[in-house]
């Protein structure tokens, strides 16, 4: 019995253990869907003018196709799978916030709750209010963050199939203008036709 109160303990201490890292998480994580909502107003706001990965992407292409024919084909594959996973690692970054936002938040919500009872049973109602003022504004942090996060990310994900969509035509031009009928190994560029 002696045994089973002590790894209760030692759970309850471990917990407590998380229980800074995780109120700073989802501070961080609410500091970061700001920043994320700001970069995507003005990612709209140059879109509006011209797609900077399209427009980046152009200027890659024109150097690739500068160094003439030999092995074309394969550059402009390379090129433009590169460019599809540069533009897939920026929309990582924000669904890794879909998924860790809410986890934390349940985790800051838990954690204080966990402290709450242990001051409940200790008679200590002031400490006890004040862990689950800080579990329920975790839970709505870490949720909150996590919805941001989505509606950016299905904003972005909008604007990646666009660009990609694009820069796949404009490689097709290119390769039919130069006498390839299509890169070899061409997954993206026999999907569109």
Do not use: C
């Not at 002696?2 to 303990?9: A, D, K, N, P």
């Not at 003018?49 to 500068?66: D, G």
Request: hydrophobic share 50%; no cysteine; proline share 3%.
């Amino acid at each position: 019995m002696e045994f089973v109160s002590w790894l209760e303990r030692f759970l309850f201490d471990v917990s407590n253990a998380f229980y800074l890292p995780v109120i700073l998480g989802v501070s961080l994580l609410i500091v970061y869907v700001a920043l994320m909502l700001g970069a995507l107003v003005h990612e709209a706001w140059e879109r509006r003018k011209l797609a900077r990965a399209v427009t980046a992407y152009r200027a890659q292409m024109a150097i690739e196709l500068a160094l003439g024919t030999p092995h074309l084909d394969a550059r402009l594959e390379r090129l433009l799978q590169g460019a599809e996973l540069s533009l897939a690692k920026n929309l990582d970054r924000i669904r890794f916030v879909i998924k860790v936002g809410p986890a934390l938040g349940l985790m800051g919500t838990l954690i204080p709750m966990g402290i709450s009872l242990a001051a409940l049973a200790e008679g200590n109602i002031p400490k006890m209010a004040g862990s689950m003022v800080t579990a329920f504004t975790a839970t709505v942090a870490g949720l909150g963050s996590g919805v941001v996060a989505y509606l950016i990310a299905l904003v972005r994900e909008k604007w990646l199939k666009d660009d990609i969509r694009e820069m796949e035509y404009l490689t097709e031009v290119a390769a039919r203008e130069h006498g390839l009928d299509q890169p070899e190994g061409s997954h993206a560029l026999s999907e569109t036709a």
